[in-house]
């Protein structure tokens, strides 16, 4: 078995309980309150800056041109084609785009970018990969999920972002992601696998977090104004 079969196996745990969370069943059933779409688009518009960035720290961590390439393409990916699952849900709620951005982050948004950015920033490339996977698996696997389970047509509230994450694209990013994993542990040390796993497997339980801190409307206990991360 690969390595990251055996992290996927080994979170199952994970993957079922995202699955069947209430805001992820609610994007099937096309069926979410404003309030908590709102409250996910803000923490994800600011997420996926970080993740951006944490895509460049693996870049220059990256030892071929071949995965230099890899980053590259991934940060433009976010860019200019993961903001149409976001406009998805601005249209359905009728909010501008632009009002969603530049909010201080709630708890787990916070911690879920820290856990990643300890990782760039202290561990090896193994790690920042085992820490970012999460982020692309879980979603094509919730889309694939939807889309199978209510076969959604155009007409659809969440067509576009059930389509898109559903989408070749992002099962290619997953797949490539995996694939320099799994080249990566060839050679590494039965510690640095364990550091990875733990990793991943966080990074999987605040997926699931994050869709409950949408949900719930997570806030800090005091809401004082608070800097975002530049
Ligand atoms: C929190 C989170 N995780 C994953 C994805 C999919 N790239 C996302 N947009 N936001």
Not at 194 to 223: G, H, N
Request: glycine share 6%.
């Amino acid at each position: 078995m690969t390595f990251t079969n055996q992290l996927r196996k080994e979170n199952d745990d994970i993957f079922q309980l995202i699955f069947e969370h209430p805001f992820v069943e609610g994007i099937g059933k096309g069926d979410i309150a404003k309030s908590a779409i709102e409250h996910y688009v803000k923490a994800d518009f600011e997420y996926l800056n970080a993740f951006m960035k944490i895509y460049g720290l693996a870049l220059a961590k990256s030892t071929s041109r071949k995965d230099i390439m890899y980053f590259h393409d991934k940060i433009s990916f976010i860019l200019h084609d993961e903001i149409h699952p976001h406009h998805n849900f601005c249209d359905y709620i009728g909010v501008g785009y632009e009002s969603l951005q530049g909010h201080s982050l709630p708890p787990t948004a916070d911690h879920y970018i820290k856990h990643m950015m300890y990782h760039a920033q202290l561990g090896t490339l193994g790690e920042i990969l085992g820490a970012l996977l999460p982020c692309p698996w879980t979603y094509l696997e919730i889309g694939k999920e939807l889309m199978e389970k209510y076969q959604p047509k155009e007409d659809h509230p969440f067509y576009q972002w059930i389509r898109f994450y559903a989408d070749s694209r992002v099962e290619n990013t997953t797949n490539d992601m995996r694939m320099l994993l799994d080249r990566y542990a060839e050679h590494i040390s039965p510690d640095e696998k364990l550091r990875i796993k733990d990793a991943f497997r966080k990074s999987c339980q605040l997926e699931l977090k994050f869709w409950e801190m949408a949900y719930s409307l997570e806030q800090w206990p005091s809401d004082g104004k608070q800097a975002i991360h530049s």
